[in-house]
């Protein structure tokens, strides 16, 4: 049998042994404590992210709520509430998304309202839808143009050109984008042409006109600006395109009245109005200023 002595030893070996398996530690054989740093670590490893939260869809727009916004934005535009009728067409299109017609409507009435990025957007997803409504690419490049994007608006003008080659209005907004891109030949021919085809468009014998001042030749201007101000007489920067022809081929006088005009139809820019003061003494020695047409009204 064993001794007293020996069943003690093993209790006191059984006893360590079962310590260091709970996990007991230094001298005073109490539990292992994590740090702080450890707890931080394990709530980390075990705190789920949420799934993000998407944002609710617009509720799409039945046929019914499409077609009397429809009804309205029509009614609208014909009345000359642009932002109004934006707003109408705009549900209306979310109701009818293969409505080539429908977005260019919207597309116009964006674009009367000041919206032309909205007007581009709108025009560019009729135009997808179909390209061969020439009013849709030509009302595309009169947008392009009035942006600054002459490019675009070139590309759009071709665009047209492709569906009638003989649209005075899609040659307008060629010869403007080549004009401002640097291309004043082709942009002579161009609207040339355009006017052959329209002699009674005035928006093209502006162009044409501002064009011809630009390359030096008042006097050939004269002839398509005095068109211009026949048939558009209340538009601002006709009446100061012609005060700059007149001007720059002597005729003072007349320059004071057509600068007297262009203040009197809106002066945009307020160009006529610092011409007439000049001619009236105050800047003698300032060249005539020119503002240019942009024909931005879509038709």
């Given at each position: 049998m064993?001794?007293?002595a020996?069943?003690?030893?093993?209790?006191?070996?059984?006893t360590a042994?079962a310590a260091?398996?709970?996990g007991c530690?230094?001298?005073?054989?109490?539990?292992?404590?994590p740090?702080p740093?450890?707890?931080?670590v394990?709530q980390?490893?075990?705190?789920?992210?949420?799934?993000?939260?998407?944002?609710?869809?617009a509720?799409p727009?039945d046929?019914?709520?499409?077609?009397?916004a429809?009804?309205?934005g029509v009614?609208?535009?014909?009345?000359?509430?642009?932002?109004?009728?934006?707003k109408s067409l705009?549900?209306?299109?979310?109701?009818r998304?293969t409505d080539?017609?429908?977005?260019?409507l919207?597309?116009?009435?964006?674009?009367r309202?000041?919206?032309?990025?909205?007007?581009?957007t709108?025009?560019?997803?009729?135009?997808?839808l179909?390209?061969?409504r020439?009013k849709?690419w030509?009302?595309?490049?009169?947008?392009?143009?009035d942006?600054?994007?002459?490019?675009?608006?070139?590309?759009?003008?071709?665009h047209?050109?492709?569906?009638?080659?003989?649209?005075a209005?899609?040659?307008h907004?060629?010869g403007?984008?080549?004009m401002?891109l640097?291309?004043?030949?082709?942009?002579a021919?161009?609207?040339?042409?355009?006017?052959e085809?329209?002699?009674?468009n005035g928006?093209?014998?502006n162009?044409?006109?501002l064009?011809?001042?630009?390359?030096?030749?008042?006097?050939?201007?004269i002839?398509h600006l005095?068109t211009?101000?026949?048939l558009l007489p209340?538009?601002?920067?006709?009446r100061?395109?012609?005060g700059?022809a007149?001007?720059?081929?002597g005729?003072?006088?007349?320059?004071k009245?057509?600068?007297?005009?262009?203040v009197?139809?809106?002066?945009?820019?307020?160009?006529?109005?610092?011409?007439?003061?000049?001619?009236?003494?105050?800047?003698?020695?300032e060249?005539?200023?020119?503002?240019?047409?942009?024909?931005a009204q879509?038709?």
């Amino acid at each position: 049998m064993r001794s007293a002595a020996t069943r003690s030893t093993l209790v006191v070996l059984f006893t360590a042994s079962a310590a260091t398996l709970c996990g007991c530690s230094g001298a005073s054989g109490e539990p292992a404590r994590p740090g702080p740093q450890t707890v931080a670590v394990e709530q980390s490893a075990v705190k789920s992210t949420p799934a993000p939260v998407a944002a609710p869809e617009a509720a799409p727009v039945d046929a019914r709520t499409a077609k009397l916004a429809w009804q309205d934005g029509v009614a609208q535009f014909d009345q000359g509430r642009y932002e109004a009728a934006a707003k109408s067409l705009a549900t209306a299109a979310k109701g009818r998304p293969t409505d080539a017609y429908g977005r260019y409507l919207l597309g116009l009435a964006l674009a009367r309202s000041g919206d032309l990025s909205g007007a581009e957007t709108a025009l560019v997803e009729s135009a997808g839808l179909d390209g061969t409504r020439i009013k849709t690419w030509i009302n595309l490049a009169r947008v392009r143009n009035d942006r600054g994007d002459r490019t675009g608006a070139l590309d759009a003008a071709d665009h047209a050109l492709a569906v009638d080659a003989t649209s005075a209005d899609a040659l307008h907004q060629r010869g403007r984008a080549l004009m401002e891109l640097g291309r004043a030949d082709e942009a002579a021919d161009t609207l040339t042409k355009a006017r052959e085809i329209a002699p009674d468009n005035g928006y093209v014998a502006n162009t044409l006109g501002l064009l011809l001042i630009d390359r030096g030749t008042p006097q050939d201007a004269i002839p398509h600006l005095e068109t211009a101000r026949t048939l558009l007489p209340n538009v601002a920067y006709v009446r100061n395109n012609l005060g700059v022809a007149y001007e720059r081929t002597g005729r003072l006088s007349d320059a004071k009245l057509e600068y007297l005009a262009a203040v009197e139809a809106g002066d945009t820019g307020g160009k006529a109005a610092r011409s007439l003061a000049r001619l009236g003494g105050s800047h003698p020695s300032e060249s005539p200023e020119t503002l240019v047409g942009t024909n931005a009204q879509p038709q």
